[in-house]
């Protein structure tokens, strides 16, 4: 068995540097409702991509913008804040709120869930989007209208301040220690 030293160095191999070229996967769903990824015939090419990218990262050019007055290139990514008090902090809490959300979903009308494919998640996903009330207004109109109006109607009750005094709403505590 041969120790290598400095003096006496290894054999060197060169590190393989990858392909030029990567395929393209698409999430698809099976017949049996399953989701998976599929290899396409569509390629991308990882040397394009990082050429696109090798003026901006360059140290030299960094430092220039940063002298020129440019305090953003330090700031690529700002911090994200996020109210968290309410989250399951365990894994049976988060199936405990899907499994919640779900049975709400499965409580629409009919025409509601047709709307959606019977998919709770393509639901919520409008929901927090914004464009639920546009899609199920399609398929209820009349009665979505009369919520709708009565909600902006409620909203602006609320945003609209008492013009002789200003009122002051304090926070509800209920007895598990969440506020209203």
């Not at 393989?16 to 999430?27: D, H, N, S, T």
């Not at 305090?71 to 700002?78: A, F, I, T």
């Not at 709770?120 to 109109?141: C, H, M, Q, T, W």
């Not at 919520?147 to 609320?158: D, L």
Request: glycine share 4%; net charge negative; aromatic share 10%.
């Amino acid at each position: 068995m041969k120790f290598y030293t400095a003096y006496e160095p290894g054999p060197v191999e060169a590190t393989p540097a990858g392909e030029k070229e990567i395929p393209i996967f698409e999430l698809q769903v099976n017949k049996k409702g399953l989701k998976e990824l599929v290899k396409t015939d569509k390629v991308k090419n990882i040397y394009n991509i990082k050429q696109e990218y090798l003026e901006e990262s360059k140290v030299e050019n960094i430092i220039k913008r940063y002298t020129l007055g440019d305090e953003s290139v330090l700031y690529k990514n700002p911090g994200e804040y996020l109210d968290v008090t309410n989250v399951p902090d365990t894994l049976a809490g988060w199936e405990a709120q899907r499994i919640e959300a779900e049975q709400k979903f499965a409580k629409l009308p009919l025409e509601i869930r047709k709307e959606y494919n019977y998919n709770a998640l393509e639901f919520y996903d409008d929901v927090l989007n914004g464009k639920a009330e546009e899609r199920i207004s399609k398929v209820l109109p009349d009665q979505l209208k009369m919520q709708i109006e009565e909600k902006k109607a409620k909203k602006a009750a609320k945003e609209k301040p008492a013009e002789t005094e200003q009122q002051l709403e304090y926070p509800k505590y209920t007895p598990g220690g969440n506020i209203e």
